[in-house]
């Protein structure tokens, strides 16, 4: 009976993904212009702005892994770590490197560190749950500067960014009963291989990371364009009262850049400001789908990264809110 219950639901599944993917192409057919246009604003993204900036901290962050420099680094942050998260130092490397990186290379860090075995399962579950975040270049320069034309916002948006993240992790040191991982390895003993291995890893995750842009590029217009999210907007304008910046919020919830855009161009205010930290801390459906390709591979629990998410996206609102009432 549970058999044959299970079957049912699993072919009722089937059948509404097969329909979506199917009203994806029907869309594609009927107006190719659009989402051809869709696509190549995504690619444009992905090669003139993550390309450069994500191709070198993907190669070097996997070398260091490979070679076992990362064991150097993270003992100088082990007592911190140790107190703040409870876990080893290479947690508060995989940090610094995600904080000043950008999405999504703490996850890739986590893969890395991963399949090296130099963490846990358990240890990269705990991981995800602070070292997923966008960086400096992107944060401050790109939303603060750039579309908002303002430093003080983006260090309001910088600074909620990271305390958020470091709540999070608090909250989750305790997760495995504070599993350390203590006899870290490297493997120098393959060095021969190990340059060539980097980079084609490298460029296989950076093209993967492209992929996801383009294709969420194409999902959210597709969303955007069938009304589909015209309900939650609804529900969000009784309580925010400016359609603008909720819609901005909306579309910053599929592309995170998008959003913050769109919110950039409504009225300056706490609101506007505080909903663009949320969004940057959510990282979008697109980052999300793109740091699970990563985490997956690193056998981390989906539920509690995704929970960790919603959590710093609320930490980062609250932050962010605070300090642009007390000092903007």
Same mark, same amino acid.
């Given at each position: 009976m549970n058999t044959t219950a299970f079957d049912i639901k699993t072919k009722i599944k089937k059948s509404v993904v097969a329909t979506l993917i199917f009203a994806c192409i029907l869309l594609l057919v009927i107006k190719p212009d659009v989402y051809i246009s869709s696509s190549l604003n995504g690619l444009k993204l992905w090669a003139l702005i993550v390309l450069p900036s994500l191709l070198p901290f993907f190669f070097l962050t996997s070398l260091m892994a490979a070679t076992g420099i990362t064991d150097k680094l993270s003992a100088l942050a082990a007592k911190p770590a140790k107190f703040l998260f409870n876990c080893s130092?290479?947690?508060?490397?995989?940090?610094?490197m995600s904080i000043l990186?950008?999405?999504?290379v703490g996850a890739k860090i986590i893969a890395d560190l991963r399949k090296n075995n130099l963490i846990s399962s358990k240890e990269a579950t705990k991981m995800s749950t602070f070292?997923?975040?966008?960086?400096?270049?992107?944060?401050i320069g790109s939303v603060g500067i750039g579309m908002f034309g303002d430093k003080k916002v983006g260090y309001i948006l910088i600074i909620s960014h990271v305390l958020s993240a470091v709540i999070c992790g608090i909250i989750f040191r305790s997760y495995g009963n504070g599993e350390i991982t203590e006899n870290?390895?490297?493997?120098?003993? @393959?060095?021969? @291989?190990?340059?060539?291995?980097?980079?084609?890893?490298s460029v296989i995750s950076v093209a993967l990371v492209g992929g996801f842009i383009c294709v969420f590029?194409?999902?959210a217009d597709m969303l955007i364009n069938l009304k589909i999210t015209m309900p939650l907007e609804y529900i969000l304008n009784i309580v925010i009262k400016d359609e603008g910046v909720t819609k901005g919020f909306v579309s910053g919830l599929i592309e995170c850049t998008r959003g913050a855009k769109a919110l950039s161009e409504c009225s300056l205010s706490a609101v506007s400001v505080s909903l663009t930290a949320s969004i940057i801390s959510f990282g979008g459906i697109s980052v999300i789908f793109q740091s699970l390709m990563f985490l997956q591979s690193a056998e981390v629990k989906t539920g509690i990264f995704l929970f960790s998410k919603v959590l710093q996206t609320v930490f980062s609102?609250?932050?962010?809110?605070?300090?642009?009432?007390?000092?903007?």
């Open positions: 130092g290479l947690c508060a490397y995989t940090f610094l990186s950008g999405y999504p070292c997923s975040t966008s960086g400096p270049l992107f944060i870290h390895r490297g493997i120098a003993a @393959n060095s021969g @291989n190990i340059l060539y291995e980097c980079v084609y890893s590029y194409i999902f609102f609250l932050i962010s809110f605070m300090l642009f009432t007390f000092f903007y």
